[in-house]
């Protein structure tokens, strides 16, 4: 088991933002998200202004879930 501290998504080492996955959690809920986009612009494949705003809507709550489990964002360059 895993403790409490573990951040699902590692800060970057260069930019601002997140890097892949540390854990399986982390890991599922980047494929979950990636193929409910993927479903998305197949089932919204002919409403592009409905698709633009799904995947708009999509891409926010993915970036509120990393703000949540991932580290702090910060601009960073190279070590620290």
């Not at 403790?3 to 590692?10: A, I, L, M, Y």
């Not at 890097?19 to 809920?29: A, K, R, S």
């Not at 409905?50 to 910060?74: D, N, S, T, W």
Request: proline share 4%; net charge positive; hydrophobic share 55%.
């Amino acid at each position: 088991m895993q403790s409490n501290d573990v951040k699902w998504f590692p800060a970057k080492k260069y930019g601002w933002g997140w890097g892949l996955p540390t854990c399986w959690e982390g890991w599922v809920v980047m494929i979950v998200w990636m193929a409910l986009v993927v479903a998305g612009s197949i089932v919204l494949a002919k409403h592009l202004l409905i698709y633009i705003a799904y995947a708009f809507i999509m891409g926010a709550v993915f970036f509120v879930i990393c703000l949540l489990k991932g580290e702090k964002p910060r601009w960073r360059w190279g070590k620290d």
